[in-house]
């Protein structure tokens, strides 16, 4: 079955960290690009960040470049997202995507 869940959203503070995960089930990670997306109240939905199925090279964004990182273990087929510097407009729901498949999900929230 191939599924796609993502974890570790939460309320946090400006300046403060988090990391993402996104467990991927029925996927082989080193045979696809998994993406990073995320969707603000009111806005469109916008890609925060890739990493290359090949070689793993990554990708940000101009909005999150220098402070979040994308990284993958194939072992454990999951894919993080870790993010420092948060700032206020990085609230949004923040999803995996593989090709066409999406996970349901995490909130992340950063007020003070």
């Known amino acids: 079955q191939v599924q796609l869940v993502e974890s570790g959203g939460g309320l946090v503070q400006p300046g403060e960290s988090l990391r993402l995960s996104c467990a991927a089930s029925?996927?082989?990670?080193?045979?696809?690009?998994v993406a990073w997306f995320r969707q603000a109240p009111g806005k469109e939905r916008e890609a925060v960040s890739c990493?290359?199925?090949?070689?793993?090279?990554?990708a940000y964004s101009d909005s999150v470049k220098g402070r979040f990182t994308i990284s993958k273990d194939n072992t454990k087929n999951v894919v993080y997202l870790e993010m420092n510097s948060l700032k206020p407009e990085d609230t949004a729901v923040y999803y995996c995507?593989?090709?066409?498949?999406w996970g349901q999900g995490t909130q992340v929230t950063v007020s003070s």
């Open positions: 995507n593989i090709g066409t498949y």
């Open positions: 029925g996927f082989i990670l080193d045979a696809y690009a």
């Open positions: 990493i290359s199925q090949i070689d793993s090279t990554p």
